[in-house]
């Protein structure tokens, strides 16, 4: 396929490496129920720029830049005047969407990326470019809703469940926030991994029940990232009073859990995507100061 040419407002950069996100997976095999076809996936773009439009003011040609899950909205919604164009109802997808030209979006598995400026970002210089790339939707999807939901006060403690690549994040996150984290997951292979590699200062194994009974309200926050099916009622019942359970995993089937259980101690449950264009700046930013960045494995482009 061909990308446009580069308009007034566009940033043209040759693709340097790009994300394989489980999104991609269940996009190219339609478990959504949205998918078009042809599709190139790939929404964790990284590149340097190759030419920039004569409107452009802020992208000069040689920056290190990247490209995330978004890469159009309407402007003029609710949403987009809260700077969350994730939530817009016109929001223009990195691939398997339609451009403002009405052609079909094609993702980062590509040599070359054209886009609208005001959904271009800046790479820090000091973040590995290719680590850096995973940050622009597994990054921002666990940063978002620890900044939205006030889960950043150090000192206090949160649960992240599931250890690939939305909990890893969660875990550096957390812990640059200063918070006490506790990795939740089946695999007791993980837990060397968790505590020597990321930090965490806990390790609970979800399948062994005393261990989550021993742990009962002895968390102020969670971070659901699972998308596999699993139950809900354990992990409420790691809330403390006033704790709070966000999921950003996407099961295929209903998240199920009695009322009691939210009710009992006035525990919230809530959902995040992603993040803003402005938001994912800052959490770019932040990863650049506090020098977080992703665990890649790298792959020839042949071997997708």
């Known amino acids: 396929f061909t990308r446009r040419p580069t308009g007034p407002h566009d940033v043209t950069f040759e693709v340097a490496y790009c ?77 398997n969407g339609v451009d403002i030209d009405g052609s079909p979006t094609f993702g980062g598995y590509s040599t070359l990326m054209v886009c609208n400026e005001r959904f271009v970002l800046k790479i820090p210089e000091n973040l590995p470019f290719d680590a850096a790339a995973p940050l622009l939707c597994a990054g921002i999807t666990v940063y978002s809703p620890l900044k939205y939901f006030g889960m950043t006060e150090p000192g206090t403690s949160l649960g992240v469940v599931g250890l690939g690549g939305l909990g890893h994040m969660a875990v550096k996150f957390g812990k640059a926030f200063g918070l006490e984290v506790t990795v939740i997951s089946t695999s007791p292979s993980k837990e060397k991994e968790a505590r020597q590699v990321l930090g965490a200062d806990h390790f609970l194994i979800s399948k062994d029940e005393k261990q989550m009974q021993d742990a009962t309200r002895s968390l102020d926050y969670i971070i659901d990232t699972v998308s596999a099916p699993h139950a809900m009622e354990p992990l409420l019942n790691l809330l403390k009073v006033n704790g709070k359970l966000v999921i950003v995993g996407l099961p295929e089937k209903p998240v199920q859990f009695a009322a009691f259980s939210v009710v009992h101690g006035r525990r919230l449950v809530a959902g995040s995507s992603i993040g803003g264009i402005k938001e994912t700046q800052e959490m770019l930013d932040f990863c650049g100061e506090h020098n977080i960045y992703c665990m890649i494995e790298k792959i020839p482009v042949d071997y997708i």
């Open 19 to 95: 994300g394989i996100c489980h999104s991609d997976l269940h996009q190219l095999r339609d478990e959504w129920k949205f998918s078009t076809y042809p599709m190139v996936p790939g929404h964790e773009i990284v590149g340097i720029v190759t030419e920039v439009g004569k409107e452009v003011k802020d992208f000069n040609v040689g920056d290190r830049v990247g490209v995330g899950c978004l890469v159009g909205s309407c402007h003029a919604c609710d949403s987009c005047a809260k700077e969350l164009e994730q939530f817009c109802d016109k929001v223009i997808m990195t691939y």
